[in-house]
């Protein structure tokens, strides 16, 4: 990782055609269609034939054992709609860019996960009275910061035994598309994306802190590469808006009539429930409230939509918009530099040039 000057490197596009974001106009919809929904893939997508794909766990008190696709699915089925967003979202507008996947603000969706409680499939395989982490491990193969490795993460056991943490294998009530970890995935309501290992294979537990490179050396907050850092758990308030108006294709600047609009949008945080939108027409100077439709409490790990009426005058504006959550925590309104661009939650900017009828307002 390091400085990128000002250009997109080529090994940056390559990561980018391969992994992409959620346009944002797809704000509009409560559950991301599978196709618009973020996605990242670390190595290559495994493909797995679901007849002969298993679930081993390992380490429990019962010995080990291993669950078919069938078996999972006949458990009792849960699900929960919840919003993900990648930990490195936000990542290409830092100076200088950290060298990585160059998200913006897209790298989010939400969806309807459907699949097994994990919480009963570890009480069967026994926990043992040392265990302190589960340890997840996904097909996906492959070289990072020179190691060789499969997609591997923990997590607390205690966060393990929520009955929100799922073995999922629908996506939207259909089955996980491959990109989003087909036949079985881990779902972490609350968490960075980088939680939800894609592509199980096995659940292991640990008496001791996993050591792996994805948990020790990636997704770690640093100021200095030599630092040890602080790991990323759970997702910082963000709130986004749906870029009013119709698009200049290059830059994307907006253009809209003047009048009355409405400016809508969603915002999340993996802390605690949203208690606040605000939204800005000059960069961040001056900050009003927005409404928030509070959605359905059987669903607190979703985002919630917000909206504003707006008087458009015609000139140039920056439209912003920041979340605040019930923790206290709040969006930052300048960027906040770190080596690996993670959790960048500062607010959204959205140029718009307001013009009479007959430009290219709409």
Not at 46 to 65: K, N, Q
Not at 231 to 246: D, T
Not at 295 to 323: I, M, Q, Y
Request: proline share 8%; glycine share 10%; hydrophobic share 35%.
């Amino acid at each position: 990782m390091g400085d990128s000057g000002d250009a997109i490197t080529r090994d940056e596009l390559q990561l980018a055609t391969r992994n992409h974001g959620m346009p944002l106009e797809a704000l509009r919809w409560p559950l991301t269609p599978a196709g618009l929904h973020y996605v990242l893939v670390h190595y290559d997508i495994p493909l797995v034939d679901e007849r002969t794909w298993a679930l081993e766990i390992d380490g429990g008190t019962a010995g080990g054992s291993r669950l078919s696709f069938d078996e999972v699915r006949s458990r009792e089925r849960q699900t929960v709609v919840m919003t993900m967003e990648c930990a490195g979202n936000g990542r290409a507008f830092l100076e200088p860019r950290p060298l990585s996947q160059p998200w913006l603000s897209e790298a989010v969706g939400t969806a309807r996960w459907g699949g097994a409680i994990l919480r009963p499939v570890l009480e069967e395989a026994g926990i043992p009275d040392d265990a302190r982490e589960v340890v997840f491990t996904g097909l996906d193969r492959g070289v990072e910061g020179e190691i060789p490795q499969q997609y591997q993460r923990s997590l607390p056991l205690d966060e393990c035994l929520r009955d929100d943490v799922l073995l999922a294998y629908e996506m939207n009530d259909s089955p996980l598309p491959p990109q989003h970890g087909f036949p079985v995935r881990l779902i972490v309501p609350g968490w960075y994306g980088m939680t939800n290992v894609k592509w199980l294979a096995k659940i292991s537990f640990a008496a001791e802190p996993f050591a792996g490179y994805q948990q020790e050396t990636a997704y770690r907050l640093r100021q200095d590469p030599d630092e040890e850092g602080v790991p990323l758990s759970r997702m910082l308030p963000r709130a986004l808006m749906v870029p009013p108006g119709v698009p200049d294709f290059m830059t994307r600047r907006r253009f809209l009539a003047p009048g009355r609009h409405t400016i809508e949008g969603r915002a999340w945080s993996g802390e605690a429930e949203i208690s606040a939108v605000e939204v800005s027409i000059d960069g961040g100077e001056h900050w009003v409230p927005a409404t928030i439709d509070r959605g359905s409490p059987d669903d607190p790990w979703a985002w919630r939509a917000w909206s504003w009426d707006w008087t458009a005058e015609p000139g140039e504006h920056t439209l912003c918009c920041r979340a605040r959550d019930a923790s206290g925590g709040i969006q930052p309104v300048d960027e906040r530099w770190n080596v690996h661009g993670y959790a960048n939650n500062a607010v959204q900017r959205v140029a718009v040039t307001v013009q009479p009828e007959g430009g290219n307002g709409s």
